[in-house]
């Protein structure tokens, strides 16, 4: 496909519950290949807008599409999702929860073993491999979670707050794995609150408040509209204290 072709397309998105509004005749697309910032403070319809892509909820108008179709688990796109509210199983050992997972994602047994060694090295956890995950802490869960996310080389990548709690080291090395699937095509929605994690990721971006667009463009777009003032400082102005109310997603 050629670049800037657009892979997710939401089109005048309404979506209602018990008569309120959450989201308001949303339209934007993410293209191929890109890295895509999905922004807001909390309550703004970022959990919202995934969730309808992803078919959990029903839109109550427009259209929401992957790949020129509504999503389904057998509609052929390679898609990976780290929720941010984790749910893995957690009674079962590291090895038994990655297997199970790939394996439903279409890898043999083989692969789906050789490449969870693999992954465990990568991250600091191979000597965790026969350990049940309840006995992990909540940083190596989230490590073991973003494997699962990406196992198997998903072509569309949804990672919601993905580096939340971790420190320095583990977010860099984090970091570097997504940009390597950048690198090799995928087309990320990355949902955040670290800016300086936009600025370093993030193709172009979209910035939600009370179920619209506030801000929709690239990094240096959004920058040259609030006349060259940072991420954070762009983020302050538009949502003010909001940031830090309960999260009504």
């Not at 993905?162 to 080291?169: A, Q």
Request: aromatic share 8%.
């Amino acid at each position: 496909m050629p670049a800037n072709t657009p892979l997710v397309t939401i089109e005048n998105f309404h979506m209602e519950f018990g008569g309120t509004t959450v989201i308001d005749d949303l339209s934007f697309t993410i293209n191929r290949g890109e890295t895509f910032g999905l922004l807001g403070s909390n309550g703004s319809g970022k959990t919202t807008t995934i969730r309808a892509l992803l078919g959990i909820y029903q839109p109550t108008a427009g259209k929401l599409l992957i790949d020129d179709k509504e999503y389904t688990v057998d509609s052929g796109v390679k898609l990976g999702y780290l929720p941010e509210e984790r749910g893995l199983y957690k009674k079962e050992t590291v090895m038994t929860v990655m297997n199970y997972f790939g394996r439903l994602k279409g890898m043999s047994k083989h692969d789906a073993e050789a490449w969870s060694l693999q992954y465990l090295e990568r991250v600091g956890l191979s000597d965790k491999a026969k350990t049940r995950l309840d006995k992990l802490s909540g940083g190596q869960q989230q490590k073991i979670q973003l494997g699962v996310t990406i196992m198997n080389d998903p072509e569309l990548l949804i990672l919601d707050e993905p580096t939340k709690g971790f420190d320095p080291i583990n977010r860099r090395l984090l970091m570097n794995i997504i940009e390597e699937h950048q690198q090799a095509g995928a087309t990320v929605i990355f949902v955040t609150h670290q800016m300086e994690e936009v600025e370093r990721l993030c193709d172009r971006i979209i910035l939600l408040k009370d179920g619209g667009a506030s801000a929709y463009g690239t990094v240096a777009e959004v920058k040259k509209n609030f006349n060259g003032a940072s991420l954070d400082d762009i983020f302050v102005t538009i949502y003010g204290d909001k940031s830090t109310t309960e999260d009504k997603e």
